[in-house]
């Protein structure tokens, strides 16, 4: 009894990898990283607006989008402000109740996203496989029901790995990383944690192989669809559609196979942190930016928002004056 008590104790409190243990460094991390977190911010904000009130965006493709971009705030508003912070005060500790919270949310939301980009390969295939088809097969409902589905998924999935991670007794309380990541905390444990451990991998991997499958299929089909139109007009549009798409799942993949394919070690390192960086607050940053670039559509639609709301600062700066 005392033994779980103390044990208990032991990790009612975190203590997360801080970047820099040099106060001037650690202003700097402050200020790069809310760079970072007001560029990803702003980019997926204008883009969930641009949708919601340009009528012209009101279609599937584009609904799938603004979800992308919700998950994508909520991505890197679990990871980045807490970092932030623990830079500015100076303070590297994380409750236990926060950690649980920060790795179910981050959880939910990675899995949401790649779950969209599988639904989002399925809707570029009907749209350029079955376009007859399209507007009976991704109705309103449809996608409704796609979204929530995704949602009901993602929610099992986060509560799976995180009551899977928690658990355990955990021995230590020392992260070695900036945030509370599943793979970091299962090695602090000091119970029997292979089972576990083991499981949430196979489940990871046999999820994640099999969805990235998928989208290679719906792919091979999709170009092979394309090849069959006459002009090259109609296949460069075709193309034109799913290329945003496409980079995005590139940069999801890399990211990902950046974060898990280098050696384990239980050292940290800068290059640890870095890719750390790059798969929990890059993807944030670049998907709002393709879209943005990339699509035709959307991209109009931002020029519009954009050019109201520079036309709104002239007006209200002359009823001032």
Not at 79 to 101: D, E, H, Q, Y
Not at 149 to 161: F, V
Not at 169 to 191: A, G
């Amino acid at each position: 009894m005392n033994n779980n008590m103390s044990n208990f104790t032991s990790v009612s409190t975190f203590l997360l990898l801080e970047f820099s243990n040099v106060r001037e460094l650690q202003i700097v991390h402050f200020f790069v990283f809310l760079a970072l977190y007001l560029i990803a911010i702003t980019g997926n904000l204008l883009i969930i607006i641009a949708v919601t009130l340009d009528h012209h965006l009101h279609t599937p493709m584009f609904f799938f989008v603004l979800n992308l971009a919700m998950m994508d705030i909520g991505t890197i508003s679990v990871i980045v402000p807490k970092s932030m912070a623990m830079s500015l005060t100076n303070n590297r500790s994380i409750s236990f109740s926060g950690c649980v919270a920060q790795v179910f949310s981050y959880m939910f939301c990675v899995s949401s996203d790649f779950f969209l980009l599988i639904i989002m390969a399925h809707d570029r295939y009907v749209a350029i496989c079955n376009p007859l088809q399209y507007e009976r097969i991704m109705h309103k409902g449809a996608c409704l029901q796609m979204v929530v589905i995704m949602w009901i998924t993602s929610l099992s999935y986060a509560i799976l790995h995180t009551g899977g991670t928690f658990a355990n007794t955990f021995c230590s309380n020392m992260v070695n990383q900036f945030f509370c990541e599943v793979p970091q905390l299962l090695k602090l444990t000091c119970s029997k944690t292979f089972l576990v451990e083991g499981g949430l991998l196979i489940l990871s991997c046999i999820i994640g192989l099999g969805g990235f499958i998928f989208i290679i299929i719906t792919y091979f089909q999709i170009f092979a669809a394309v090849l069959r139109i006459p002009s090259v007009h109609g296949q460069k549009k075709a193309l034109s559609t799913c290329l945003p798409h496409l980079v995005v799942v590139s940069v999801f993949t890399f990211t990902g196979v950046f974060a898990y394919a280098k050696p384990p070690s239980n050292i940290s390192s800068g290059l640890d942190l870095a890719f750390a960086v790059m798969y929990t607050i890059i993807p944030s940053i670049l998907n709002p930016l393709i879209y943005g670039m990339r699509n035709k559509e959307l991209k109009t639609a931002l020029r519009k928002l954009l050019d109201l709301e520079f036309s709104s600062k002239i007006i209200f700066k002359h009823l001032h004056n």
